[in-house]
Protein backbone atom coordinates (compact mmCIF):
# COMPACT_ATOMS: atom_id res chain seq x y z
CA UNK A 1 0.00 0.00 0.00
CA UNK A 2 1.06 3.49 -1.04
CA UNK A 3 -0.64 5.54 1.27
CA UNK A 4 -1.20 4.68 5.08
CA UNK A 5 -4.84 4.02 6.44
CA UNK A 6 -4.95 7.21 9.20
CA UNK A 7 -6.26 9.16 5.86
CA UNK A 8 -8.17 7.02 3.68
CA UNK A 9 -11.97 8.65 3.53
CA UNK A 10 -13.52 6.69 0.96
CA UNK A 11 -12.29 4.06 -1.36
CA UNK A 12 -14.21 1.99 -4.69
CA UNK A 13 -12.71 -1.18 -3.12
CA UNK A 14 -16.08 -3.46 -3.35
CA UNK A 15 -17.47 -1.48 -6.22
CA UNK A 16 -16.74 -3.60 -8.62
CA UNK A 17 -14.71 -0.88 -11.29
CA UNK A 18 -12.65 -2.46 -13.79
CA UNK A 19 -9.89 -0.54 -15.00
CA UNK A 20 -9.24 1.81 -12.24
CA UNK A 21 -9.37 1.98 -8.45
CA UNK A 22 -10.03 5.13 -6.43
CA UNK A 23 -9.10 6.74 -2.81
CA UNK A 24 -10.45 9.90 -1.08
CA UNK A 25 -7.84 11.14 1.49
CA UNK A 26 -6.50 13.60 3.72
CA UNK A 27 -2.60 14.22 3.95
CA UNK A 28 -1.22 15.21 7.00
CA UNK A 29 2.10 17.32 7.09
CA UNK A 30 4.80 15.54 6.97
CA UNK A 31 5.98 12.27 4.66
CA UNK A 32 2.87 11.28 2.36
CA UNK A 33 4.77 8.06 0.68
CA UNK A 34 8.30 7.26 -0.25
CA UNK A 35 9.86 4.82 -2.66
CA UNK A 36 7.19 3.35 -4.60
CA UNK A 37 6.97 1.90 -8.29
CA UNK A 38 3.28 1.71 -9.30
CA UNK A 39 1.94 -0.53 -11.91
CA UNK A 40 -0.90 1.11 -12.19
CA UNK A 41 -0.97 5.36 -14.05
CA UNK A 42 -1.57 6.97 -10.55
CA UNK A 43 -3.59 10.45 -10.62
CA UNK A 44 -3.60 12.67 -7.29
CA UNK A 45 -5.90 15.41 -7.92
CA UNK A 46 -6.66 18.21 -5.16
CA UNK A 47 -10.55 17.93 -4.94
CA UNK A 48 -10.78 20.11 -1.79
CA UNK A 49 -6.98 20.65 -1.36
CA UNK A 50 -5.11 23.96 0.17
CA UNK A 51 -3.18 26.66 -1.51
CA UNK A 52 -1.21 26.74 1.72
CA UNK A 53 0.05 23.28 1.50
CA UNK A 54 3.27 22.77 -0.11
CA UNK A 55 3.45 19.22 -1.56
CA UNK A 56 7.41 17.95 -2.59
CA UNK A 57 7.76 15.15 -4.48
CA UNK A 58 10.81 13.27 -6.48
CA UNK A 59 10.95 10.65 -9.14
CA UNK A 60 14.98 10.40 -9.78
CA UNK A 61 16.38 13.43 -10.92
CA UNK A 62 12.82 15.29 -11.30
CA UNK A 63 11.76 17.52 -8.24
CA UNK A 64 8.64 19.45 -7.72
CA UNK A 65 7.31 21.80 -5.35
CA UNK A 66 3.45 23.56 -5.51
CA UNK A 67 0.84 24.52 -4.01
CA UNK A 68 -2.11 21.92 -3.39
CA UNK A 69 -4.70 24.39 -4.70
CA UNK A 70 -8.02 23.12 -5.92
CA UNK A 71 -7.72 21.56 -9.33
CA UNK A 72 -4.26 20.87 -8.94
CA UNK A 73 -3.26 17.24 -10.66
CA UNK A 74 0.08 15.33 -10.17
CA UNK A 75 0.98 12.31 -12.68
CA UNK A 76 3.13 8.87 -12.40
CA UNK A 77 2.91 6.54 -14.83
CA UNK A 78 3.29 3.10 -14.53
CA UNK A 79 6.65 1.77 -13.41
CA UNK A 80 8.11 4.81 -12.36
CA UNK A 81 9.16 5.30 -9.09
CA UNK A 82 8.77 8.22 -6.87
CA UNK A 83 11.52 9.17 -3.89
CA UNK A 84 9.20 10.42 -1.76
CA UNK A 85 6.02 12.67 -1.36
CA UNK A 86 5.74 14.89 1.50
CA UNK A 87 3.22 17.87 2.62
CA UNK A 88 4.12 20.97 4.54
CA UNK A 89 0.55 21.26 5.76
CA UNK A 90 -2.30 19.23 6.27
CA UNK A 91 -4.22 18.45 2.43
CA UNK A 92 -7.95 17.41 2.50
CA UNK A 93 -9.28 15.62 0.28
CA UNK A 94 -6.90 14.30 -2.09
CA UNK A 95 -8.24 11.98 -5.07
CA UNK A 96 -5.60 9.41 -5.98
CA UNK A 97 -6.79 7.20 -9.11
CA UNK A 98 -5.21 4.25 -10.67
CA UNK A 99 -5.82 3.51 -13.53
CA UNK A 100 -4.77 0.35 -15.18
CA UNK A 101 -3.92 -0.50 -18.80
CA UNK A 102 -7.56 -0.84 -19.78
CA UNK A 103 -8.68 2.81 -20.88
CA UNK A 104 -5.32 3.77 -22.43
CA UNK A 105 -5.39 0.49 -24.92
CA UNK A 106 -9.05 1.71 -25.71
CA UNK A 107 -7.36 4.59 -27.56
CA UNK A 108 -4.86 2.34 -29.24
CA UNK A 109 -6.67 2.07 -32.41
CA UNK A 110 -8.49 5.01 -32.41
CA UNK A 111 -6.28 7.94 -33.39
CA UNK A 112 -2.85 6.01 -32.68
CA UNK A 113 -2.73 4.13 -35.37
CA UNK A 114 -1.77 1.11 -32.94
CA UNK A 115 1.10 2.73 -30.56
CA UNK A 116 1.19 1.75 -27.33
CA UNK A 117 -0.64 4.96 -25.41
CA UNK A 118 1.15 4.20 -22.06
CA UNK A 119 3.87 5.46 -24.20
CA UNK A 120 2.55 8.90 -24.37
CA UNK A 121 1.97 9.46 -20.53
CA UNK A 122 4.96 11.30 -18.70
CA UNK A 123 5.49 11.92 -14.95
CA UNK A 124 3.94 15.66 -14.53
CA UNK A 125 4.87 17.93 -11.90
CA UNK A 126 1.57 19.86 -10.49
CA UNK A 127 -0.14 21.48 -12.96
CA UNK A 128 -3.91 22.82 -13.46
CA UNK A 129 -6.31 21.04 -15.58
CA UNK A 130 -9.67 22.14 -15.70
CA UNK A 131 -10.92 19.00 -17.53
CA UNK A 132 -9.25 16.36 -15.34
CA UNK A 133 -10.30 18.11 -12.35
CA UNK A 134 -13.88 17.97 -13.38
CA UNK A 135 -13.36 14.10 -13.74
CA UNK A 136 -11.76 13.94 -10.12
CA UNK A 137 -14.96 15.81 -9.00
CA UNK A 138 -17.18 13.60 -10.36
CA UNK A 139 -14.96 10.43 -9.23
CA UNK A 140 -15.45 11.52 -6.03
CA UNK A 141 -18.97 12.43 -5.95
CA UNK A 142 -19.46 8.70 -7.03
CA UNK A 143 -17.37 7.53 -3.92
CA UNK A 144 -19.09 9.69 -1.64
CA UNK A 145 -22.50 8.48 -2.73
CA UNK A 146 -23.29 5.57 -5.19
CA UNK A 147 -25.41 5.91 -8.37
CA UNK A 148 -26.62 2.26 -10.24
CA UNK A 149 -23.91 3.64 -13.08
CA UNK A 150 -21.34 4.09 -11.15
CA UNK A 151 -19.07 1.62 -12.99
CA UNK A 152 -20.23 2.83 -16.19
CA UNK A 153 -19.82 6.47 -14.81
CA UNK A 154 -16.02 5.71 -14.06
CA UNK A 155 -15.50 3.53 -17.17
CA UNK A 156 -16.85 6.55 -18.86
CA UNK A 157 -14.59 9.24 -16.95
CA UNK A 158 -11.15 7.37 -17.11
CA UNK A 159 -11.24 6.64 -20.87
CA UNK A 160 -11.75 10.73 -20.68
CA UNK A 161 -8.95 10.87 -18.61
CA UNK A 162 -6.70 8.32 -20.71
CA UNK A 163 -7.35 10.23 -23.70
CA UNK A 164 -6.43 13.72 -22.21
CA UNK A 165 -3.07 12.36 -20.73
CA UNK A 166 -2.09 10.68 -24.20
CA UNK A 167 -3.25 13.70 -26.39
CA UNK A 168 -1.63 16.18 -24.57
CA UNK A 169 1.70 14.47 -25.01
CA UNK A 170 1.28 14.01 -28.81
CA UNK A 171 0.90 16.11 -31.63
CA UNK A 172 -2.25 15.07 -32.67
CA UNK A 173 -5.04 17.25 -31.81
CA UNK A 174 -8.20 16.74 -31.19
CA UNK A 175 -10.08 17.15 -34.42
CA UNK A 176 -7.97 13.58 -35.25
CA UNK A 177 -9.46 12.01 -32.10
CA UNK A 178 -12.81 13.33 -32.11
CA UNK A 179 -13.84 13.23 -35.82
CA UNK A 180 -15.41 9.94 -36.17
CA UNK A 181 -17.72 10.82 -33.55
CA UNK A 182 -19.33 14.07 -34.86
CA UNK A 183 -22.13 12.68 -36.33
CA UNK A 184 -23.30 10.18 -33.45
CA UNK A 185 -24.07 6.54 -34.13
CA UNK A 186 -25.87 5.48 -36.97
CA UNK A 187 -29.60 4.24 -36.52
CA UNK A 188 -28.81 0.51 -36.74
CA UNK A 189 -26.62 0.96 -34.14
CA UNK A 190 -28.29 2.86 -31.89
CA UNK A 191 -31.20 0.01 -31.65
CA UNK A 192 -29.23 -1.92 -31.33
CA UNK A 193 -27.35 -0.24 -28.02
CA UNK A 194 -30.59 0.75 -27.31
CA UNK A 195 -32.66 -2.91 -27.04
CA UNK A 196 -28.91 -4.46 -24.92
CA UNK A 197 -29.78 -1.82 -22.24
CA UNK A 198 -33.58 -2.98 -21.87
CA UNK A 199 -32.86 -7.04 -22.65
CA UNK A 200 -29.95 -6.52 -19.74
CA UNK A 201 -30.97 -4.01 -17.14
CA UNK A 202 -29.69 -6.14 -14.50
CA UNK A 203 -26.66 -7.32 -16.07
CA UNK A 204 -22.80 -5.58 -17.35
CA UNK A 205 -23.63 -2.67 -18.90
CA UNK A 206 -19.63 -1.52 -19.15
CA UNK A 207 -18.98 1.09 -21.67
CA UNK A 208 -16.92 -2.24 -23.35
CA UNK A 209 -19.73 -4.41 -23.69
CA UNK A 210 -21.94 -1.01 -24.73
CA UNK A 211 -19.17 -0.06 -27.30
CA UNK A 212 -18.87 -3.85 -28.55
CA UNK A 213 -22.57 -3.99 -29.14
CA UNK A 214 -21.96 -1.28 -31.82
CA UNK A 215 -18.86 -2.55 -33.07
CA UNK A 216 -17.03 0.51 -32.23
CA UNK A 217 -14.09 1.78 -29.65
CA UNK A 218 -15.38 2.58 -25.75
CA UNK A 219 -13.90 5.58 -26.26
CA UNK A 220 -15.45 7.03 -29.69
CA UNK A 221 -18.77 5.16 -28.85
CA UNK A 222 -19.24 6.83 -25.43
CA UNK A 223 -19.01 10.45 -27.12
CA UNK A 224 -21.30 9.16 -30.35
CA UNK A 225 -23.82 8.04 -28.18
CA UNK A 226 -24.07 11.36 -26.77
CA UNK A 227 -23.99 13.09 -29.75
CA UNK A 228 -27.19 11.23 -30.34
CA UNK A 229 -29.15 10.55 -27.60
CA UNK A 230 -28.71 13.43 -26.08
CA UNK A 231 -27.03 12.46 -22.55
CA UNK A 232 -23.94 9.55 -22.00
CA UNK A 233 -24.72 6.31 -21.59
CA UNK A 234 -24.18 6.28 -17.58
CA UNK A 235 -27.13 8.69 -17.68
CA UNK A 236 -29.38 6.86 -20.17
CA UNK A 237 -28.47 3.74 -18.53
CA UNK A 238 -28.89 5.50 -15.14
CA UNK A 239 -32.41 6.93 -16.25
CA UNK A 240 -33.53 3.12 -17.68
CA UNK A 241 -32.72 1.51 -14.45
CA UNK A 242 -34.89 3.83 -12.16
CA UNK A 243 -37.29 3.43 -14.22
CA UNK A 244 -37.16 -0.40 -13.54
CA UNK A 245 -36.80 0.67 -10.00
CA UNK A 246 -40.00 2.48 -10.00
CA UNK A 247 -41.77 -0.77 -11.70
CA UNK A 248 -39.87 -3.32 -9.11
CA UNK A 249 -41.20 -0.94 -6.15
CA UNK A 250 -44.92 -0.29 -7.19
CA UNK A 251 -45.29 -3.96 -8.14
CA UNK A 252 -43.92 -5.09 -4.58
CA UNK A 253 -43.06 -8.16 -5.40
CA UNK A 254 -39.04 -8.46 -4.89
CA UNK A 255 -37.67 -7.06 -1.47
CA UNK A 256 -35.87 -3.65 -1.70
CA UNK A 257 -32.39 -5.44 -0.94
CA UNK A 258 -33.05 -7.23 -4.10
CA UNK A 259 -34.03 -4.48 -6.00
CA UNK A 260 -30.60 -2.78 -5.15
CA UNK A 261 -28.55 -5.34 -5.75
CA UNK A 262 -29.74 -6.43 -8.84
CA UNK A 263 -29.25 -2.87 -10.03
CA UNK A 264 -25.94 -2.75 -9.11
CA UNK A 265 -26.07 -1.30 -5.52
CA UNK A 266 -23.45 -2.11 -2.90
CA UNK A 267 -26.60 -1.68 0.11
CA UNK A 268 -30.24 -0.85 0.17
CA UNK A 269 -28.96 2.38 1.73
CA UNK A 270 -27.27 3.08 -1.17
CA UNK A 271 -30.09 2.67 -3.55
CA UNK A 272 -32.63 4.30 -1.14
CA UNK A 273 -30.22 7.33 -1.09
CA UNK A 274 -30.43 7.19 -4.96
CA UNK A 275 -33.98 6.74 -5.50
CA UNK A 276 -34.81 9.74 -2.98
CA UNK A 277 -31.96 11.81 -5.11
CA UNK A 278 -33.94 10.84 -8.13
CA UNK A 279 -37.66 11.32 -7.28
CA UNK A 280 -37.95 12.95 -4.02
CA UNK A 281 -39.22 10.39 -1.89
CA UNK A 282 -38.20 7.04 -0.63
CA UNK A 283 -39.23 4.17 -2.23
CA UNK A 284 -41.78 2.62 0.42
CA UNK A 285 -43.07 6.64 -0.12
CA UNK A 286 -43.41 6.54 -4.01
CA UNK A 287 -44.88 3.28 -3.68
CA UNK A 288 -47.65 4.28 -1.39
CA UNK A 289 -48.40 7.74 -3.58
CA UNK A 290 -49.08 5.52 -5.98
CA UNK A 291 -51.08 2.61 -4.73
CA UNK A 292 -52.39 3.91 -1.53
Request: glycine share 8%.
Given at each position: MKYQDGGLLKSSAGRGWVGVTAELRNHAAGLIANRKTGVDTELAIAVGGSP???????SGKSLDECAAAQG???VCPAGVQEDFVEGSALTPHILHIWMSRKPFNDLADDSLRGADPYEYVSYANGYADPLIAQCGLAIAQEL????????????SIANTIAARLVHSNTDRGPDVAFATDRSGLDTRRLLR???AVDADLEGDLSIAHLASVACLSPFHFARAFKTSMGMSPHQYVSARRLHRAKDLVVAGATPLSQIAASLGFSSQANFNRAFKAATGVTPMAYKLALTG
Open positions: EAVIRRGTVWHQQTSTGRILVEVLE
